[in-house]
């Protein structure tokens, strides 16, 4: 074997080689008397044991200084239904502020007839934001919400305008126009009331449907009512009249024109004694179906087969300005 250089030992970290006589005695005596190799690795195992328990608790802050992880989630858990609940604060905030902003809107419109058309912008602006937010994502599954009495406040549907369109005519006017759902009977009356000097009357056309699908209405009409003329209670002739946009003095002609206003009253008693005229709505035209596409206790936003959209607010609802 060839020999080692002493000079390479002080390189691999050794004090000495060489091994003397009385290191020989000390390591056999460390041999016998001192710890034995395996209770040496026992204690390491042991030591390694706690070592690794302690990074545990470290790990999960379950020290008795610091927060333990269970309360911790409680407490995240904690701030995320406060977060939800601040967030589902907001979205009824800004549901309510669109709905005041798309009610404000149609101040001064007669109800869809004379919007022009930077203002139908507008409402169909609002309208969609308001659809993104409904609350009833499933109407015909709501039918309590749905059921009752609702005024019309706003209509993008051309064929209605003619009959509202009646309220510019003299001595004449189109009053509260509404529909009324049954959700027990499955059925619907749409209404609309005419306001004149001498009586009012109003036109109904009674209605059944059937569930098509989460928004949607299947609509068929079976009969049409003209209601009985009901007197006023004191019928006086207006002092002046609005006739192709200019206002006509009926002052002169008062005292002329008593035996026809007496006359006029005789013929609305004989009318207000009749039973209601009711006649059957047959064709094609008789059908039609509904989509209701935002639905709360206030509001409903409705849209028909034939393009139009329709604005309703329950009757009784705050929402519904004094002047309607």
């Known amino acids: 074997m060839a020999a080692i250089s002493s000079e390479a030992f002080p390189r691999l970290g050794v004090a000495n080689a060489c091994p003397s006589p009385s290191r020989e005695r000390a390591s056999a005596h460390f041999l016998h008397s001192g710890p034995s190799i395996r209770s040496i690795a026992t204690a390491t195992r042991l030591s390694l044991g706690a070592r690794h328990r302690l990074q545990a608790l470290a790990s999960d802050g379950n020290d008795e200084w610091g927060e333990g992880a269970a309360e911790k989630k409680a407490s995240k858990a904690g701030n995320g239904v406060g977060t939800a609940v601040s967030d589902e604060k907001e979205k009824d905030g800004d549901t309510e502020g669109l709905k005041k902003a798309l009610l404000d809107s149609l101040y001064g419109t007669e109800r869809g007839l004379k919007a022009s058309s930077e203002t139908r912008a507008e409402v169909n602006e609002l309208i969609t934001q308001l659809e993104a937010k409904n609350p009833t994502p499933a109407p ?52 609309v009331s005419f306001v004149g000097p001498l009586a009012t009357t109003s036109f109904s056309a009674s209605a059944s449907f059937e569930v098509r699908s989460p928004k949607r209405v299947q609509i068929k009409f079976e ?15 207006p002092d002046t009249v609005d006739f192709m946009g200019r206002k006509i003095d009926l002052t002169p002609a008062q005292d002329a024109l008593r035996p026809l206003q007496d006359a006029a009253n005789s013929v609305a008693r004989t009318l207000s004694g009749q039973p209601p005229l009711k006649f059957s709505i047959p064709g094609n035209k008789a059908q039609s179906w509904l989509l209701t596409t935002y639905l709360d206790e206030d509001l409903r936003i409705s849209r028909g087969d034939g393009g139009g959209v329709f604005l309703l607010v329950k009757e009784g609802s705050p929402l519904i300005p004094s002047s309607w």
């Open 140 to 191: 015909t599954e709501a039918l309590a919400v749905l059921n009752g009495k609702w005024i019309l406040a706003y209509t993008s549907f051309s064929e209605l305008f003619p009959l509202l369109a009646a309220g510019t005519l003299p001595l004449v006017k189109v009053g509260e126009i509404s529909q009324t759902v049954d959700s027990n009977a499955l059925t619907v009356q749409n209404s």
């Open 223 to 237: 009969e049409g009512v003209i209601g009985t003329p009901q007197l006023t209670d004191s019928v006086e002739l």
